[in-house]
Nanobody, 116 residues
């Protein structure tokens, strides 16, 4: 059974940090590129960061570049998102996605709220 389970969300003050995790099972993790998306209330889902299958290359949305870091551990079948210097506009549900060609697998998401 394919599973992608995000964790690590919560309420944090502006300027704070969170580390999200997406633990996966049921598929060959190292064969999939991984991404983090977020969806804020009333807004479209947007790509936040992505990492290649071997972790050798990453990409970030302009709004998070220099603040967020995506990484993966292929021995633990897990992808991470380290989020620093958080802003209220970073609030949203963060979802991880695995992609291999036309196959896409999604998690259920974890809520991040940045507020004082």
């Amino acid at each position: 059974q394919v599973q992608l389970v995000e964790s690590g969300g919560g309420l944090v003050q502006p300027g704070g940090s969170l580390r999200l995790s997406c633990a996966t099972s049921g598929f060959t993790f190292s064969n999939y590129a991984m991404s983090w998306y977020r969806q804020a209330p009333g807004k479209e889902r947007e790509l936040v960061a992505s990492v290649t299958r071997d972790g050798g290359s990453t990409n970030y949305a302009a709004s998070v570049k220099g603040r967020f870091t995506i990484s993966r551990d292929n021995t633990k079948n897990t992808v991470y998102l380290q989020m620093n210097s958080l802003k209220p506009e970073d609030t949203g549900v963060y979802l991880c996605k695995a992609r291999n060609g036309y196959t896409e697998l999604w998690g259920q998401g974890t809520l991040v709220t940045v507020s004082s």
